[in-house]
């Protein structure tokens, strides 16, 4: 007697991701205004709007999430002798380049002339195993009828809900569950790491000599929003850029590129930070630090689908959100910024910008891999560091001449001790560029500085003098 015929669903079974809503972001990633007729081709039905999409969209699947634990338990069923099927949802051209990718099903059964789901999916399981005992591997309530009919029916990652609805309807699940990062991934996704940008945000607190508690208070609330609302732009950029982030050698371990963290649940986590994330600015700190927040936002949206893949313009943009935080912080305290701290943050955030840009081609030399989504050669790398380097020494320039500007002289009594910074700067931008030089210096130079001793103290010897000088 011929064993059951194994059927195996795609989207959120065989692999922890949907290969619909990645083609959704792919069209917004061509041409975010696609997002207007999407909406029309969802009124007319779940078909009109994966042929639609489709139509329009060729994703490159080579590099699509697999869960590794459906994965070992397919090859153990196919070693015992069964037949495996690939049965999904997904239209044909996009299920059958998994399947020839993993060169694992003997044939595959999709979306061609309607859509592939629920009962109609059980229909055509049944066509093709005709009529004998199946299995089936499935992930949501829409599995729930192929389950009932199924002699043994597999749940991978099901909610409590799909348990509860299916166990309602007489079925009994084989769990395989494999998701393990549970709250840690929710932070990941948020890259708290990054919020330290944010206490650019009390540099014309520091500036100014500021000292009153209530402006400190306010400015503390302007960066938790801050750091919320960025949050929500680092998942909408990870979203835009999952196809590159797969294959890079460090960013495909980030938890929508990985598949850790769906694309769903990323979306809604996503507009939940950012809704709160402005509710809380505009409370606590005021409307103009709202809308300096809402440039913030629309400069990032800039970068991420129109500038991103543009060689220069990308490192500019970057060099300004930061400096946007600076500019936050004035209008959220009141404190009015002067020409020499704006000068000096465009050419050191241009310089760390760079920084950026130069490591990850660095590191994928090193790999001997091309950098894909980026507007840059290997043959710029040079150039690239030529333009850091020398954006560091005009910042530094720039504090040189201020350190002896009447404004230097009016707000420190002893304006002298700030000529000990410019050296201390020297060294730790030049110490920067070297590390990078030797790729050993990661993507961000933010997060490398965080963790650096040396950069530490060259925060804590610059705080020094500033003090002595007043």
Known sequence: MSKPIVYVDLDGTLSPSDVLLECCLLLLK?????????????????????????KRVDPVLDHLPINPAVLERLNQLKSAGHVLVLASASVYRDVQKVAARLGLFDRIIASQDSNLKGLRKLQAIRADSHGQPFVYFGDSVVD??????????????????????????????????????????????????????????????????????????????GFVAFGLVASATYIWNDLMDLSADRQHPRKRHRPMASGALSIVKAFLFMKALGLFGFALAFWAVGWQFTLVLLIYTVVTLLYTFVFKRTAFVDVLLLALLYTVRV?????????????????????????????????????????????????????????????????????????ALYVDSQNGNMLYNTPEYLWGVCPLFLYWLMRIWILTSRKEMIDDPVHFAIHDRISWGFVIAVAVLVFLAS
């Open 30 to 54: 061509q041409n975010i205004f696609y997002a207007f007729p999407m909406l029309w081709w969802a009124f007319q039905g779940a078909w009109v709007f994966k042929t639609e999409v489709s």
């Open 144 to 221: 729930i009828p192929v389950w009932k009919q199924a002699a043994v029916a597999f749940g991978v990652n099901t909610s409590a809900g799909t348990r509860a609805k299916a166990a309602a309807a007489g079925v009994s699940l084989n769990r395989i569950d494999s998701n393990r990062g549970g709250f840690k991934v929710w932070l990941k996704a948020m890259r708290l790491q990054q919020w330290a940008k944010n206490g650019l945000l009390f540099l014309p607190l520091i500036a100014a000599h500021e000292l009153n508690p209530v402006l400190w208070l306010t400015m503390l609330w």
């Open 327 to 399: 500019i936050a912080g004035g209008v959220g305290t009141g404190i009015e910024l002067s020409s020499w701290l704006l000068a000096i943050s465009l050419f050191v955030f241009l310089s760390l910008a760079l920084v950026k840009r130069c490591a990850e081609l660095e590191f994928l030399q090193l790999e001997g891999t091309q950098p894909q989504g980026r507007g840059y050669r290997m043959s710029d790398l040079s150039y690239l560091v030529s333009m850091g380097i020398s954006s560091g020494f005009v910042a530094v320039l720039v504090l």
